[in-house]
């Protein structure tokens, strides 16, 4: 499955293939900040209009929306010659559709000859990282179907959801514009002494840098998506570098 990795001048160690939605103002700023030397980060966007969520309804014609774009974006990415693509769409691979995130990950694997990251695997394996967590809290941008939909992936995975709050983001693009104060309040909602980590999904939250705070004043592991896909990217590469600024786990796993 994997290619040769050819280097360039700038990705001498890594050239990572990166899709993200065209309305998100996040990823590529947080990706870019925890960057190795010698690791390229190549941006693809999928192309998804930045129409209300305020419903139900309106949130699952979004995701469908993702699906039908998604796999031309990934064609898009794959013309740089990247030897890993990090999917950095959260919803998508969370939501329960005609392929679970293995079966996603495998097709689009099959697709690219190239490792593909998922941003649920990659939370479940940096989850792993710490040992023996059961008891987890969850943060999202989403309403309460997007909500469901994670609570069930971590249920079913074995992990106990103690406390998930959804922030209900009106649009995909105003889920940047959650402030560092109000996401710290949504740390400190989800949090009692029985939660043994906290854990962000939705990659359009600017929540990596927010994240590696609440670390030092819960005593606890803080995890963001962003952190956990490009973490994986990283040491499924056999980069091993320990990154400041991002909290425990690209300092220490």
Known sequence: ???????????????????????????????????????????????????????????????????????ATVDTVMACAPTTVILAMTAETFWEGTLDPAGLQAHLESRTHAKVVLGALACQAAIQRYGGIRRISLITPYMPSGDAQVRRSFSDNGFEVVNLLGLKCNSPLLMAHESPERLRRAVREVDDPSVELILQVGTNLAFSRVAAEAERWLGKPVLAVNTCTYWQALRSNGIEDKLDGFGSLLMEH
């Open 1 to 71: 499955m994997d290619r040769p990795y050819m280097p360039d001048a700038l990705g001498s160690r890594l050239k990572i293939g990166v899709i993200a939605p065209a309305s998100n103002t996040i990823v590529q700023p947080e990706f870019d900040a925890m960057r190795p030397p010698g690791v390229s980060n190549q941006m693809a966007r999928v192309m998804i209009p930045d129409t209300p969520v305020g419903t139900e309804e309106e949130f699952s014609s979004m995701m469908h929306g993702v699906r039908g774009a998604l796999e």
